[in-house]
């Protein structure tokens, strides 16, 4: 058995900024990862705010692609959503392949002393009053003060605790993929309303680009590959995610905090999922060290993580609704 402050579960960007604020605070860290890194992970396109929180967590941004904005033919003729500007620098966000920041933040993690360890199967131990005390694999325990979920889509946690999801849609699948290009044209790129929902389309390399297609409806899926890349040679299979807008009732409880997307999830169309991920893993890492200096206040501190969490997915479920209403055709469950 071994004892550790905080057991992490799942090195995706949640996971990772929970560790490596929490071991950045001295907190003896685990790690717990199903996956060989580096790995494929969708979320390539990352608005300019994530670089403060890449900074904040000592990572250093490779030399990614970077681009002002993107181009979205919506409601209305083409406009350009530009990222903004100040008085010395356009603001300019990033083209990151997921496999290498993953990598990276796993990286920072490692180097500041967080045990990483590769795991199948773990189960929580929950003592019989009901809290969360740490990881059992096989016949191996990590024990936590605290153990953190950040497993994404897996919802390792929700799903063993049985813990109840708030849903905003239906079920709703994204398709993804990659094909071979250098000569798409500007015009062809950005995000496209259709009759059945959206797609989107973004070089993340000279000679690769990325597609995600949603449809509002069952009726709409049957629609994979954009028509405009049919020529294109694919990368790879097409592959499929619930992105359902959900988010777990309880994101914190005796022992446990949830992030990213185990917490909570919205399509790829709100955008920022990786920048959220990091935010609620350095929110909760946060947290931790506030209940660790102040044991008999561990419920106010939860309660105030889980009202941050609830707040931001409010504001991004009216977002996201407001945006759709502006659709061509719009989704009739809105
Ligand atoms: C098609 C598509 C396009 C997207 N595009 C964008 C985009 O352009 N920009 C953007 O910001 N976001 C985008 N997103 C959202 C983004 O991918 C996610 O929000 C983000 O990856 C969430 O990070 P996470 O750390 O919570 O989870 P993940 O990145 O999913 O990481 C979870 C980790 O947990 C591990 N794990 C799972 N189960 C277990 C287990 N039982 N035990 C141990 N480890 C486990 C997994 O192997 C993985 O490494 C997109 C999503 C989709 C589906």
């Known amino acids: ?73 919506w409601d209305g003729p083409p406009r350009f959503n530009s990222f903004g500007a100040d008085r010395d620098s356009v603001w300019l966000g990033f083209q990151a392949p997921r496999a290498l920041l993953d990598q990276q933040l796993l990286e920072r993690a490692r180097a500041l002393g967080v045990q990483i360890v590769p795991v199948r199967h773990a189960r929580p131990v929950v003592q019989p009053q009901g809290r969360v005390q740490g990881v059992r694999v096989g016949a191996r325990q990590w024990m936590g003060k605290f153990v953190v979920d950040a497993t994404g889509h897996s919802s390792w946690l929700q799903r063993q605790l049985q813990i109840p999801w708030c849903r905003f849609s239906p079920r709703l699948i994204a398709r993804y993929g990659y094909c071979q290009d250098s000569s798409l044209t500007e015009d062809k790129l950005g995000l496209f309303a259709h009759p059945h929902g959206w797609h989107w389309i973004t070089r993340i390399s000279h000679t690769c680009l990325h597609w995600t297609q949603m449809a509002f409806t069952e009726a709409g899926q049957h629609r994979l590959r954009p028509k405009v890349l049919e020529p294109f040679k694919a ?32 399509d790829p169309c709100a955008s920022h999922g990786v920048i959220k991920a990091l935010m609620s893993g350095m929110q909760a890492a ?19 993580y889980q009202a941050w969490v609830q707040k931001a997915v409010e504001r991004d479920v009216l977002a996201l609704r407001s945006f759709y209403r502006a659709h061509p055709c719009p989704p009739g469950w809105l």
């Open 235 to 266: 990368i790879g299979r097409i592959r499929g995610a619930d992105v359902s807008w959900r988010r777990c009732h309880t994101t914190a409880g005796p022992g446990y905090f949830l992030v990213g997307d185990a917490a909570a999830t919205l």
């Open 286 to 304: 946060a947290a931790i060290v506030d209940c660790l200096s102040w044991p008999a206040g561990e419920a106010t501190v939860q309660a105030a």
């Open 1 to 73: 058995m071994s004892h550790f402050d905080v057991v992490v579960v799942g090195a995706g960007p949640a996971g990772c900024a929970t560790a490596i604020y929490c071991a950045q605070q001295g907190l003896r860290v685990a790690l717990l990862e199903k996956a060989l890194f580096p790995r494929h992970r969708p979320g390539e396109t990352l608005h300019p705010g994530v670089e403060p929180l890449l900074h904040q967590l000592e990572v250093t941004a490779l030399d990614y692609r970077r681009h002002p904005g993107h181009w979205v033919h």
